[in-house]
């Protein structure tokens, strides 16, 4: 509904405030005759009429900002951009914003994720995102950014930021930051759908392939990572004869693929990471040496403190429990990690593991208070249980 009126507006503000407005109206309409056998396009048909009004009455303003009217050489399904949402996705990955106001500004409008789980994306507050959001939006205003998708040559120096959007889409969805779903099945649809229309796109391009890879390689195990009543199994437990083997035969021949162009990217190393586990026969069959050279390599090219905990946990899982809380432990002191969870979590595994049973109950404490998912707090509550149990 956002692409439609926005590719309409050409306007993201007045696009947004369209939308807001429709789903205002199906509030109060709703109520009285009943949801529409077709409520998509019922709010979508709202939106845009509200938006012709808008751009109606503002027909003499509009001649003189001929900026905001609909450029007749702009890029369409001819060029290979045939849907929407990836229109869409190009042309607010505008060079003019910073990449972080490119990605934040294009999760909030484009893809409707909301201020709270765009900020724990990037690991800030909420505030701080609605204020980085807000600026960029007035960025564009100033700078009088058009709303037009790039030409073909411009696409190559986009693509990046499409790539980010296109897997915190994906993360976002494969363990969703809020609610009562562990999976936001919509949203890693809609990435790996994204995906697969980038590569098509630029079948060429070893980063597409990289990112496409890793997307099906972690979709590979989605239908495992919950127990038939909704509780979280870790990949140590789950039925690996029930992971997807066609997605994970694709994964690998696209990261096979991509690592043989040299340097290997940001998403080949994940890629590889994933096709790892996918290819492992059980838990214990891991081979995590492997695993931790990669997170090496993946923290010299790409330094992130996401990527220094997840090389933590594999050191654990390849060394032992203490050598796992020795390689955490230094991580408490950054301030990017100070409000995520993940970190407390498997400080508290590594606890319960050494049995230091009134450690590990402070740390499933402070992990509980950290997440937001319903999925993941009744895990760590079960947890915090046992844990007390041996106090």
Not at 12 to 40: I, K, S, Y
Not at 191 to 209: D, G, K, Q, V
Request: hydrophobic share 45%; charged share 25%; with cysteine.
């Amino acid at each position: 509904m956002f692409s439609t009126t926005a590719h309409l507006t050409r306007d993201l503000d007045l696009a947004e405030e369209c939308t807001q407005d429709a789903f205002a109206q199906a509030l109060e309409t709703w109520t009285e005759t009943g949801v529409p056998d077709r409520p998509g396009a019922w709010l979508t048909t709202i939106a845009r009429n509200r938006a012709r009004d808008v751009l109606r009455r503002e027909s003499v303003f509009r001649r003189k900002m001929p900026l905001l009217v609909a450029d007749e050489t702009t890029p369409g399904p001819e060029d290979g951009l045939v849907d929407d949402r990836l229109r869409l996705i190009f042309t607010c990955s505008h060079p003019a914003l910073a990449r972080e106001a490119q990605v934040a500004l294009t999760l909030r409008l484009v893809c409707g994720l909301s201020t709270p789980e765009v900020a724990r994306a990037f690991l800030v507050q909420p505030a701080t995102m609605a204020a980085r959001i807000t600026r960029a939006k007035k960025k564009i205003a100033a700078a009088r950014i058009p709303y037009r998708v790039p030409g073909p040559d411009q696409l190559e120096e986009r693509v990046s930021a499409v790539l980010e959007v296109v897997h915190l889409i994906f993360t976002t969805g494969h363990t969703a930051p809020l609610g009562a779903q562990l999976v936001r099945q919509d949203l890693v649809d809609s990435a790996i759908s994204l995906a697969r229309m980038l590569h098509l796109l630029m079948p060429t391009n070893a980063e597409i392939s990289a990112l496409l890879a890793l997307l099906l390689l972690n979709a590979s195990r989605q239908d495992t990572r919950r127990s038939a009543d909704g509780r979280l199994v870790l990949l140590s437990e789950q039925d690996r004869s029930r992971w997807d083997r066609q997605l994970i035969a694709e994964g690998r021949s696209l990261v096979t693929d991509a690592l043989r162009r040299r340097p290997p990217t940001r998403y080949a190393l994940e890629a590889a990471i994933a096709a790892l586990h996918a290819e492992a026969p059980s838990w214990r069959d891991t081979d995590w040496a492997q695993i931790v050279a990669l997170y090496d390599a993946l923290f010299r090219l790409w330094p992130s403190p996401v990527v220094d905990l997840n090389r933590a946990v594999a050191i654990g899982l390849r060394d032992g429990p203490r050598a796992g809380l020795d390689a955490l432990n230094p991580l408490l002191a950054d301030p990017a990690l100070a409000t995520y969870g993940y970190l407390s979590a498997a400080r508290a595994d590594f606890l319960r593991q050494l049995g230091q049973w009134s450690q590990a109950r402070t740390a499933y404490e402070e992990a509980l208070t950290l997440t937001d998912n319903d999925v993941e707090r009744a895990f760590l509550s079960e947890r915090l249980t046992e844990v007390e149990r041996n106090l």
